[in-house]
T-cell receptor, first 113, second 115 residues
Framework: EDQVTQSPEALRLQEGESSSLNCSYT??????LFWYRQDPGKGPEFLFT???AGEEKEKERLKATLTKKESFLHITAPKPEDSATYLC??????????????FGKGTKLSVKP | DAEITQSPRHKITETGRQVTLACHQT?????MFWYRQDLGHGLRLIHY???????NKGEVSDGYSVSRSNTEDLPLTLESAASSQTSVYFC??????????????FGPGTRLTVL
């Protein structure tokens, strides 16, 4: 069964304290892995798509990496505005042109000033 | 600016009533999706559509239906609302082709309470 597990469930950091969020997955064939950010009361906001092991993408203080079994979202020198829930999702292939994203339960990140 | 909107943002209804949640996108995306988000479960796919007149069942489709009569809209109908359908509902859309082929963009959500 295709599955996505995110850890930790919650993470508290001091401003400037770098850390990583983990997303481990088991799928029959990976079409893509996605990271989203979700603020309270809002819809998920797209961050990154990773397609193959070894791929890396960066956006401001965030860097996403992908291996054959997991992805990491590295947060460098976080600020309070980085506080949010970070969601990981995978799309297995074959899965049509889209659809059937399998989401993890998310990691709630809190950054204290 | 192109966007995706959902209405209403909040809805309270009674058990057994029919409820329709609206989703409208102005990106001209072919693909549209409905998810529900519950504590402890994450986002789960209800229904999706790859284009006009196309609809498909997702993981948790029982008690829900959708129809796609145009590119912009994918309304979600709860035929007879149940307390187990109390949740936050998100609509998403995605381009069928292009550099971001597989990316889905989410609306702001509808919080539904069934009493």
């Amino acid at each position: 069964e295709d599955q996505v597990t995110q850890s930790p469930e919650a993470l508290r950091l001091q401003e400037g304290e770098s850390s990583s969020l983990n997303c481990s997955y088991t799928v029959s064939g990976l079409r893509g892995l996605f990271w989203y950010r979700q603020d309270p009361g809002k819809g998920p906001e797209f961050l990154f798509t990773l397609y193959s092991a070894g791929e890396e993408k960066e956006k401001e203080r965030l860097k996403a990496t992908l291996t054959k079994k997991e992805s990491f979202l590295h947060i460098t020198a976080p600020k309070p505005e980085d506080s949010a829930t970070y969601l990981c999702a995978v799309q297995a292939s074959p899965g049509g042109s889209q659809g059937n994203l399998i989401f993890g339960k998310g990691t709630k990140l809190s950054v204290k000033p | 600016d192109a966007e995706i909107t959902q209405s209403p943002r909040h809805k309270i209804t009674e058990t057994g009533r029919q409820v329709t949640l609206a989703c409208h996108q102005t990106w001209n995306h072919n693909n549209m999706f409905w998810y529900r988000q519950d504590l402890g479960h994450g986002l789960r796919l209800i229904h999706y559509s790859y284009g006009v007149q196309d609809t498909n069942k997702g993981e948790v489709s029982d008690g829900y239906s959708v129809s796609r009569s145009n590119t912009e809209d994918l309304p979600l109908t709860l035929e007879s609302a149940a307390s187990s359908q109390t949740s936050v509902y998100f609509c998403a859309s995605g381009p069928e082709r292009g550099p971001s082929t597989d990316t889905q963009y989410f609306g702001p959500g509808t919080r539904l309470t069934v009493l």
